[in-house]
């Protein structure tokens, strides 16, 4: 059974829409975290959470705005959306002091027309 | 500032063959270093990690990676491929246990048949 859980896996939206990527992680981690993958940037960190506070933060757009509602949970809301913003969006969780050990979701594709 | 190189986008081997998957990193002092890999359509896998100690590490499936402190590398290694090690594989790299994550470019390893 899968232990981080990211809804939905694919989803397509207009340009200037709004989304929210949801990630819910079931392996007791204190950490989690946001990445965006691109033919552009392969593999590009976004944002860290530890203890549901944000602790770095590397996307310089407001328009990614992380929301922890729960220990467990970490979603991503994204306005006003370009093409741009296509990409295939990984949440992935540690335990702090764990250093590398991250472990990922089978990240949701999203597509901007 | 640190980064990492993966200087091969793509590498082809036939099953049963050797393999090395080279990555050089950039930081001024000794860094966490890690090989991950991403099978088709699912998240990042931690394959092995490197903190200190012994240079050779061992990893799951029986990758091994050695770190070179005089070359700034950290190479992937295995004996003999199976086709299922098809995937991509990506170095990374992390200035100490707090700090996010640096991913390489990510290499697509091909196993023919």
């Known amino acids: 059974d899968p232990k981080i859980i990211q809804k939905p896996k694919y989803l397509v939206a207009v340009t200037g829409s709004e989304k929210i990527l949801i990630c819910e992680q079931y392996?007791?981690?204190?950490?989690m975290y946001w990445y965006r993958q691109s033919a552009k940037k392969p593999l590009e960190f976004m944002f860290s959470y530890s203890y549901q506070k944000l602790m770095d933060n590397q996307t310089a757009s407001s328009r990614f705005q992380p929301q922890s509602s729960k220990k467990n949970h970490l979603d991503l809301q994204i306005t006003a959306l370009k093409p741009d913003d296509s990409a295939t969006y990984f949440c992935?969780?540690?335990?702090?002091?764990?250093?590398?050990?991250?472990?990922f979701g089978e990240g949701s594709k999203l597509t901007v027309l | 500032a640190q980064s990492v190189t993966q200087p091969d986008a793509r590498v082809t081997v036939s099953e049963g063959a050797s393999l090395q998957l080279r990555c050089k990193y950039s930081y001024s002092a000794t860094p966490y270093l890690f090989w991950y890999v991403q099978y088709p359509r699912q998240g990042l896998q931690l394959l092995l990690k490197y903190y200190s100690g012994d240079p050779v590490v061992q990893g799951v499936n029986s990758f091994e990676a050695e770190f070179s402190k005089s070359n700034s590398s950290f190479h992937l290694q295995k004996a003999s491929v199976h086709w299922s090690d098809s995937a991509v594989y990506f170095c990374a790299l992390s200035k100490n246990s707090n700090n996010r994550i640096f991913f390489g470019d990510g290499t697509q390893l091909v196993v023919k048949p």
């Open positions: 992935a969780s540690s335990q702090s002091g764990n250093t590398g050990q991250l472990y």
């Open positions: 392996l007791g981690h204190n950490a």
